[in-house]
């Protein structure tokens, strides 16, 4: 990126840190869309093959914000967190639906596969 004129630069970060996307996609997105950002957005968000390309990096660091430190999935005091930060109450209906998304063997449990294949399926990335 360090070819890049500033004002290109700013773009890439902005679109990095609201998709998720990689730098490659970004790059890709930006350049189609003639570096208009909004473009770039919608190029992103109405073309499955730019969503395809994403870093998986983002979901990885999601995961691990929630995991429990002693077992590799999300746990009850990860589901407390993620609800905290969705905003929703554990016990809400919401989660059941979650769960279902997510593919989950026991509800409000998540292995990495579950919860990184769930928000995958659900198009976030």
Not at 4 to 15: A, C
Not at 77 to 94: M, R, S
Request: one cysteine or more; hydrophobic letters at 40%.
């Amino acid at each position: 990126m360090h070819k890049l004129g500033r004002g290109h630069r700013d773009k890439v970060q902005q679109f990095i840190a609201i998709t998720g996307a990689s730098e490659k996609v970004a790059l890709q997105a930006l350049k189609a869309s003639d570096w208009n950002l909004e473009g770039a957005f919608d190029l992103f968000y109405s073309h499955p093959q730019f969503k395809s390309f994403t870093d998986s990096r983002h979901l990885e660091e999601l995961y691990k914000r929630y995991k429990d430190p002693y077992a590799d999935m999300i746990l009850a005091d990860g589901i407390t967190l993620l609800c905290n930060d969705l905003q929703v109450d554990p016990q809400d209906i919401v989660m059941l639906v979650v769960s279902w998304h997510m593919k989950a063997a026991t509800m409000c449990e998540f292995s990495k596969q579950e919860f990184i294949g769930g928000l995958q399926a659900l198009g976030y990335s």
